[in-house]
C-alpha cells in the first residue's frame, strides 16, 4: 500500500510542477511586454528556448 501512495504522491506534485511552469513563463511574458522592456512580438517564440526542465 505504501509504495501506491508514493507512486501517487510523487506523479501530483510532478504534475503539479509542470502546470505551474505553464504560469510562470506566461506571467515573465506578461510582465516584460507590459514593461515595454521586449515588443510583444520577440517573447512568443522565447518561452520555448526560456524555459528548461530543472529540479526544484
Keep these: 500500500m505504501e509504495p501506491v501512495l508514493l507512486a501517487a504522491v510523487v506523479l501530483f506534485a510532478g504534475a503539479y510542477a ?28 522565447s518561452p520555448s528556448f526560456s524555459t528548461s526542465p530543472a529540479p526544484c
Excluded: C, E, K, Q
Excluded at 516584460?32 to 517564440?45: D, E, G, K, N
Design 18 to 45: 509542470f502546470i505551474n511552469g505553464f504560469h510562470d513563463v506566461s506571467n515573465s511574458i506578461a510582465t516584460s511586454v507590459r514593461t515595454r522592456a521586449l515588443h510583444p512580438r520577440s517573447p512568443s517564440s
